[in-house]
């Protein structure tokens, strides 16, 4: 995975990652890092929500990699973004993940009364350089309106439920227009609508299967895709979406597969 887009930050993020949310246990935390480093992995999402940062701290360091090769993310959880809890959390997961520094934090979810205080905090961090970049999830617009308004160093990622049933063209515009680069998390709706005929109709003019399909529209829309998978052969299929490039007739195609779908909640009423 050598392509990579520059955050505002001014560091690189390899352009599809792996996703880690429900990889549990040790020794498939082991297994799954293994072969996505063979298979070409270098971007890893993770969060404290997950709890596999200890895992994968184990895993990464008993691989044969640099840690300057690797791209890690993890996650700020809603009861960490307290004033008092989220540095000492970070560093909790610094810990655990046995690295000096994250490439990218994220506050997890926009949380009522705690997420404009905690952005504070996310600025400390990136200025101290333990956090390359600082980012948020799961924001809207009208979210991201009142961080631009406040913040003195921007988010350099919104990572949003993004795919081709849940498109998200205007909050895509608008991150692209201020500079934030999008991550879709879901990129394959959590398995969901894989036996789409239009997924398998347009995956047959490439020789590509659905998911592949579904993980390169990700990367058509200018977003960074972090697809999950426990297995071998699905993560290396996952990321074989560099030899080919989807038409006009194929966007096209795919644009009516938009219903709004969502597989996790809705943060759009958040107060
Ligand atoms: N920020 C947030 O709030 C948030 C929320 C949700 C997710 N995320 C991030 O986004 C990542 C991905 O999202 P996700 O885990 O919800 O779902 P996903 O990547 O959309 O889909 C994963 C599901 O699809 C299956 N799958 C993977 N590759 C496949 C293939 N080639 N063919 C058929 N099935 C395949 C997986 O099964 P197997 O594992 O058995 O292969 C799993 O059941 C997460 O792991 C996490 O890092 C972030």
């Known amino acids: 995975m050598k392509q990579t887009v520059s955050l505002n930050s001014g560091t690189d993020m390899p352009i599809l990652g792996l996703g880690l949310w429900r990889v549990k246990e040790e020794q498939e935390c082991a297994r799954v890092v293994n072969w996505a480093l063979a298979a070409g992995y270098t971007h890893f999402d993770t969060a404290q929500l997950y709890g596999n940062e200890s895992y994968l701290g184990s895993a990464f360091k008993d691989a044969d990699v640099k840690r300057e090769d690797l791209f890690i993310t993890t996650k700020i959880k809603n009861n960490n973004q307290w004033w008092v809890d989220l540095i000492p959390s970070f560093e909790e997961s610094l810990q655990n993940l046995q690295m000096e520094y994250a490439d990218l934090l994220l506050l997890h979810f926009p949380v009522t009364e705690l997420r404009r205080p905690a952005w504070r905090r996310m600025e400390e961090l990136a200025a101290s350089g333990r956090a390359k970049a600082i980012g948020v999830s799961n924001y809207t617009i009208r979210y991201l309106e009142e961080l631009l308004r406040e913040c003195a160093i921007k988010p350099a990622v919104n990572q949003v439920e993004l795919h081709v049933y849940l498109q998200q063209p205007e909050l895509v515009q608008y991150c692209k227009d201020h500079d934030i680069v999008v991550e879709a998390y879901s990129p394959l709706a959590h398995g969901h609508g894989l036996d789409n005929p239009t997924l398998a109709a347009i995956g047959k ?63 759009t009423h958040v107060a």
């Open 205 to 267: 003019k490439y020789g590509k299967s659905p998911a592949q399909i579904m993980i390169r529209w990700c990367l058509e829309a200018g977003t960074v895709p972090l697809p999950k998978s426990v297995h071998e052969d699905r993560l290396k299929e996952n990321c074989d979406v560099f030899d080919f490039e989807l038409d006009v007739d194929g966007m096209t195609q795919l644009k009516q597969l938009d219903t709004g779908y969502r597989t996790a909640w809705d943060p």
